[in-house]
C-alpha cells in the first residue's frame, strides 16, 4: 500500500496525459449536427490562397512539449 505525499502535488500518470489529450481530440473535432428547422449553417470563414500563407512550425494554437523525464 502506498500512502499519499503531501508534501506537492501529484505528478500525473501516462494514463491520466492519455486520457486528457483523448478528450481533448474529441473536442476539437467537428460537430456534425444538422441545423435547427428553418435555420441555416453559418458559412465556413474563408481561408487565404495558398500564396499568402505564412510558413508555420505551428499547429493552430498548441505546440509540441518534450516530457519532462527524458
Known sequence: ???AD???PARPSGDDLEALADAVR???RPQ???AAPGRRA???APRPAP???L???RRGHLRVLRSPDS
Request: proline share 19%; net charge negative.
Open 51 to 53: 500564396d499568402q500563407q
Open 1 to 3: 500500500m502506498r500512502l
Open 26 to 28: 474529441e473536442a476539437a
Open 6 to 8: 503531501s508534501a506537492g
Open 42 to 44: 453559418p458559412d465556413p
Open 55 to 57: 510558413p508555420s512550425t
Open 32 to 34: 456534425d449536427r444538422p
